[in-house]
């Protein structure tokens, strides 16, 4: 399986083996095999296995980054960001896993309860191509931590330093701990529907979730789905609307060229504000959105993935044009090609919200702004999409911004910014609705890879104080 370079689809990047359903069998038999051994293994040694796998395999980022760079179009000022992303999440969640694998042990008047945390056993990664390696180190940490087995699928739009990572990564661990498999939607299939599989966490779009929910049901298989999100930005009247206020704006809209679960996809303002709003926002974008060579550390962004997105996106601006709206052209635009993947960022006025521009997820470096007469009326209207991944709320008032955030509907809420700059790895992330369902970061992301067992010995048993065919009736109460 080959890629090419968006920036310069003539430049092949690199390939990778594909795999077909036998060798994802290989895969998932060699994790089954593995899993009894490592789960075995105590947790503390566990956490320092994977950290120092994670540690020496990034010492060579460096030749990584442009590598990333080159195949997915991501800017090189972000890709080693990116790279970094495993170990800090493994300094981060090793103390977390240490906490939750340990036994909870009571003993009372009640009699002995033994909560322990166990791992699953084989766990099923599926990711997709936006930000591989973070999204495959938020599944592998944890779920390696915790004692389970893993394969890793990512997706063939940006496999390379994913593989190279994740391989590197295994071969520091022992034999079958973590196995990493390449190919499409058949090698997807052939990993969630194998019975050996015991949960299956998946990141992508909600049409391939809806054939992995299927497969899974049939197995009766637990799964996290990260799927993607329409996130509204409020700004609430009294929002600053400085011109550096709206630079993290516009980042939170076009980061990895619009490429984001989380980035800001409606803009939300108040109609007053509107002209004021969008004076800032284009000297922002002015000032900080540069569309360029990827590798050219002064570009802010780069290509999109592929020939398909580009046209999709493309068609979508022009039925915005079509309808009537205005559309700004954004930033600073100097492709590095004739025939790269490029996609000129814009800002988007006077859509209905029933237009698929604001309806619908773009996933892309163009951004509807809508204007509000009342906050209730902006709530209702952020809430009014299937998906409800994360939002932000924005204001000079912290309390009255909270306050609004409440009333969202959203697994994530960030106040005065949106998309990375506003995550934390204790904070966890996950959607509702179309959006998805389990938490990645923070503790939650990190119990998503164990489940519990009940140890338990009754005092009335053990004392023969009971019989045992009826349920226990408190003292008191009796
Ligand atoms: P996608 O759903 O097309 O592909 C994701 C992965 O699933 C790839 O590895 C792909 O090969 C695999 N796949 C495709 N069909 C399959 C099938 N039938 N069975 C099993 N596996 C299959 O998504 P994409 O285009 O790679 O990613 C973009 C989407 O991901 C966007 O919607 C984005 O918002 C979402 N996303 C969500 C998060 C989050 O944390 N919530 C993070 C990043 C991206």
Not at 264 to 272: D, S
């Amino acid at each position: 399986m080959a890629r090419e370079n968006p920036a310069d689809p003539s430049e092949q990047v690199g390939t990778v083996r594909t795999a077909d359903a036998a060798l994802t069998g290989e895969a998932v038999g060699a994790a089954a095999a593995a899993f009894a051994g490592w789960a075995r293994v105590p947790v503390a040694e566990r956490v320092a296995r994977v950290t120092e796998a994670i540690v020496e395999t990034s010492t060579a980022n460096g030749e990584r980054g442009p590598l990333l760079s080159r195949e997915l179009g991501k800017v090189i000022g972000d890709v080693q960001g990116e790279l970094g992303f495993a170990l800090a999440l493994a300094r981060y969640d090793g103390p977390v896993a240490e906490r939750l694998c340990a036994d909870r042990v009571l003993h009372d008047d009640e009699g002995t309860l033994i909560t322990t945390a166990d791992p699953y056993g084989v766990i099923a990664a599926i990711t997709p191509w936006n930000a591989p390696v973070i999204l495959a180190a938020l599944k592998v940490v944890p779920g390696l931590m915790t004692g389970n087995t893993m394969v890793v699928k990512g997706s063939p739009l940006a496999p390379l330093a994913v593989t190279d990572f994740l391989s590197q990564v295994a071969r520091r661990l022992p034999d079958g701990v973590l196995n990493v498999v390449n190919g499409g939607a058949d090698v997807g299939q052939a990993l969630v529907g194998d019975p050996r599989v015991a949960k299956v966490s998946f990141t992508g779009g909600l049409a391939t979730a809806r054939h992995i929910a299927a497969t899974a049901a049939e197995h009766v298989r637990p799964t996290v789905m990260e799927l993607g999100g329409n996130d509204a930005a409020i700004f609430l009247p009294d929002a600053d609307l400085d011109v550096a206020t709206l630079q993290r704006a516009v980042f939170g809209s076009f980061l990895t060229s619009g490429q984001v679960c989380m980035a800001i996809k409606r803009l939300l303002v108040p109609a007053a504000r509107r002209d004021e709003f969008v004076e800032a926002y284009l000297e922002a974008a002015r000032r900080v959105l540069r569309v360029g060579d990827p590798l050219d550390p002064r570009s802010t962004m780069g290509p999109v993935i592929s020939r398909e997105h580009q046209q999709r996106l493309t068609g979508l601006v022009q039925s915005a044009r079509d309808a009537g709206a205005t559309v700004h052209e954004l930033g600073v635009y100097e492709p590095s090609s004739d025939d790269g993947y490029w996609v000129r960022p814009t800002l988007v006025l006077g859509l209905d919200d029933r237009h698929p521009l604001v309806a619908d997820e773009q996933f892309g470096p163009t951004v509807p702004l809508l204007t509000y007469d009342s906050v209730d009326e902006a709530v209702a209207r952020a809430n009014g999409v299937d998906q409800a991944l994360a939002s932000s709320v924005w204001s000079a008032d912290e309390q009255r911004a909270v306050a609004v955030a409440r009333r969202l509907d959203a697994g994530f809420t960030f106040i005065n910014c949106h998309n990375r700059a506003g995550t934390s790895l204790r904070a966890s992330f996950g959607g509702r609705r179309h959006s998805g369902h389990g938490r990645e970061f923070g503790e939650a992301g990190v119990a998503e890879y164990v489940q519990s067992h009940s140890i338990n010995s009754p005092a009335a048993i053990r004392e023969n104080r009971a019989l045992g065919n009826a349920y226990p009736v408190p003292a008191a109460a009796g």
